[in-house]
């Protein structure tokens, strides 16, 4: 069955799906973007997601596409035409089509809309849950501004690059003070020795402001967990009870190595399987 991709107003063979060449998301990064994780069918966080993709629009003073009840639509029948029952939705909204400037355009021109979605393979990603994964860490090197879910991307997309070439499945960013930030495309936990997770706090412009990173604090606390908003360091993290990372692909996914140095027993931890086991029943679901 061809895929089906939804692109300003039409739903198109993926293979057909383009967008103009003077799109200034394709020629200046200026847009926005979400993800949401499909699972059993449902929609996880839908709520969430679209939450902060009104506050990426309005940060970066883009009108919302089309309404946001139509986008809803829209994504389910982008869905609905893939047979996508395990996989991602994407999102993505540009300024839209204006001959290049780097200041808006000087007449109004409607944002684009993009919507996407693809299978995947649930067995690989209950194996990384399961498994654990590696990480390593980088200089952060990004704009200040990464609470906005911006395409621009290039630092993630290296940062990534790197995790890959070194054999890990995520990178850590480290500001210059030598605590860890986020990962490259996830938040960064960590469980000390005591019990307490510990993650950064999201009240700042220097961690996105994850929406599995919110349905993992709920799980936690209907788990009676106690989680600690606060910077962490390497070392910290080196020395920690467990690490894992949230996102809405990863859900919550245990680090069992940090730069080749194994966390504990190099084993994924008890509070991360819990939460991960916990975290399908609680997160918001929407039947696709």
């Known amino acids: 069955m061809s895929r089906i991709a939804y692109v300003n107003g039409s739903y198109l063979p993926h293979r057909q ?23 059993d069918g449902y929609i996880l966080d839908m709520t969430g997601h679209l939450d902060r993709l009104g506050r990426s629009l309005s940060e970066l003073r883009i009108a919302w596409p089309v309404h946001r009840s139509a986008l809803v639509t829209i994504m389910k029948e982008v869905v609905r035409r893939n047979r996508i029952r395990d996989g991602i939705v994407y999102i993505q909204v540009t300024r839209g089509v204006a001959p290049r400037d780097h200041a808006f355009p000087t007449h109004p021109v409607a944002p684009a809309l993009v919507v996407t979605t693809k299978r995947l393979d649930r067995s690989k990603l209950d194996a990384r849950r399961r498994d654990g994964i590696s990480v390593i860490t ?6 200040e501004r990464v609470d906005i879910k911006t395409v621009s991307l290039i630092g993630n997309v290296l940062a990534r690059q790197a995790a ?10 480290v500001a210059p003070d030598g605590t860890v930030t986020e990962g490259s495309a996830s938040n960064a936990w960590i469980v000390t ?6 993650t950064r706090p999201a009240n700042d ?17 209907r788990l009676g967990l106690r989680i600690v908003e606060r ?58």
């Open 17 to 39: 799906a383009a967008v103009h060449i003077e799109d200034r998301g394709y020629q200046l990064s200026d847009g926005v973007y979400e993800v949401c994780e499909i699972s």
């Open 138 to 143: 980088l200089p952060e090197n990004r704009w």
């Open 164 to 173: 890959v070439e070194a054999g890990a499945g995520e990178a850590w960013y």
């Open 193 to 198: 020795m005591d019990g307490e997770i510990i």
């Open 205 to 221: 412009h220097s961690i996105l402001r994850g929406i599995t990173r919110a349905t993992t604090m709920r799980v936690a606390e």
């Open 231 to 288: 910077p962490f360091t390497v070392a910290e993290a080196l020395a920690a009870r467990e690490a894992f990372i949230t996102s809405a692909t990863s859900r919550v996914t245990p680090v069992i190595m940090i730069d080749g140095q194994p966390i504990a027993n190099g084993r994924p931890g008890s509070v991360s399987q819990s939460l991960g086991e916990a975290f399908f029943d609680i997160a918001e679901k929407t039947p696709a």
